[in-house]
Nanobody, 120 residues
Framework: QVQLVESGGGLVQAGGSLRLSCAASGSIFNINYMGWYRQAPGKQRELVAGITSSSSTNYADSVKGRFTISGDNTKGTLYLQMDSLKPEDTGVYYC??????????????WGQGTQVTVSS
């Protein structure tokens, strides 16, 4: 019911910046959490940053002070500003929207992923 389209990934040198965007279409009502995840080659997918419908945010320790998440769940927009990028930030970044359900599992939607590569 919800489709997410990501953009903004690319190749950047260490110390540079990128801004990722995620736009949702479809039935985006009652989305109460949005987040960015990343998966490096050979590693598990991990949470990078999240934001609730009340604008509370959380970040992985490795990106605190460098990344900023923002968005509007009512509009279906999500952003990740990435500054002071490091080679270890390299990976595929995914946006995620969640919608709770009174009965059964929550709705959980994912984007297609966008590649971020940081060279030293």
């Amino acid at each position: 019911q919800v489709q997410l389209v990501e953009s903004g990934g690319g190749l950047v040198q260490a110390g540079g910046s990128l801004r990722l965007s995620c736009a949702a279409s479809g039935s985006i009502f009652n989305i109460n959490y949005m987040g960015w995840y990343r998966q490096a080659p050979g590693k598990q997918r991990e949470l990078v940053a999240g934001i609730t419908s009340s604008s509370s945010t959380n970040y992985a320790d490795s990106v605190k002070g460098r990344f900023t998440i923002s968005g509007d769940n009512t509009k279906g927009t999500l952003y990740l500003q990435m500054d002071s990028l490091k080679p270890e930030d390299t990976g595929v970044y995914y946006c995620n929207f969640r919608r709770p359900r009174p009965w059964g599992p929550m709705d959980d939607y994912w984007g297609q992923g966008t590649q971020v590569t940081v060279s030293s």
